[in-house]
């Protein structure tokens, strides 16, 4: 059984229910109901290459339409590649909270924001490393390990 704790495994950076996954865009979408707590954590180290928010719709979070929802993506540099935590506002909510800069360093489980109510957060996940979650998974942030290295991997 793998240890979540372990350095080198991607932490997941929300706690919510995995609702898709994207294989050729290696993107997991993790929907935050109302109830779960709505902040995002870094889920890997790295530094902070690019944040661009963009204003769009409040769809709910959880259907195909929010991909044009208002976002922030936190785009980080690590050392296994870059790795987007994508913020994605719901039908409730209104405000997304970025809480790191460009150009900051952050390590593995270091908040980076919030959304404020239900929402959802998409992660990619960087070539050489294996999803180890599917659909329907609860995760929790900072604790759920959402992928691993591949046996080649350093």
Same mark, same amino acid.
């Given at each position: 059984?793998?240890n ?6 991607? =932490?997941?950076?929300?706690s919510?229910k995995v609702i898709?996954i994207?294989e ?9 109901? =109302?109830?779960n707590v709505h902040?995002t954590?870094?889920? =890997? ?10 204003k769009?719709?409040?769809k ?10 208002t976002?922030?993506t936190?785009e =980080?540099m690590?050392k296994?590649g870059d790795?987007?935590?994508?913020q994605?506002a719901?039908?409730?909510?209104r405000?997304?909270k970025?809480e790191?800069?460009e150009?900051q360093?952050v ?12 929402s959802r957060v998409?992660?990619?996940i ?6 180890r979650?599917k ?5 929790k942030?900072r604790k759920?390990?959402?992928?691993s ?6």
């Amino acid at each position: 059984m793998a240890n979540p704790n372990d350095k080198y495994y991607m =932490l997941s950076p929300a706690s919510g229910k995995v609702i898709g996954i994207e294989e050729e865009s290696r993107t997991i979408t993790i929907f935050m109901h =109302l109830h779960n707590v709505h902040i995002t954590a870094a889920p =890997l180290d790295g530094v902070v290459k690019r944040i661009t928010p963009e204003k769009g719709s409040f769809k709910p979070a959880f259907i195909r339409d929010a991909d044009f929802n208002t976002r922030n993506t936190i785009e =980080l540099m690590t050392k296994y590649g870059d790795v987007k935590v994508v913020q994605i506002a719901g039908f409730f909510t209104r405000k997304i909270k970025c809480e790191v800069n460009e150009g900051q360093s952050v390590v593995k489980t270091e908040r980076m924001g919030k959304i404020c109510f239900g929402s959802r957060v998409d992660v990619s996940i960087p070539e050489g490393f294996e999803i180890r979650v599917k659909e329907g998974d609860k995760v929790k942030c900072r604790k759920t390990a959402i992928a691993s290295p591949c046996a080649t991997s350093p």
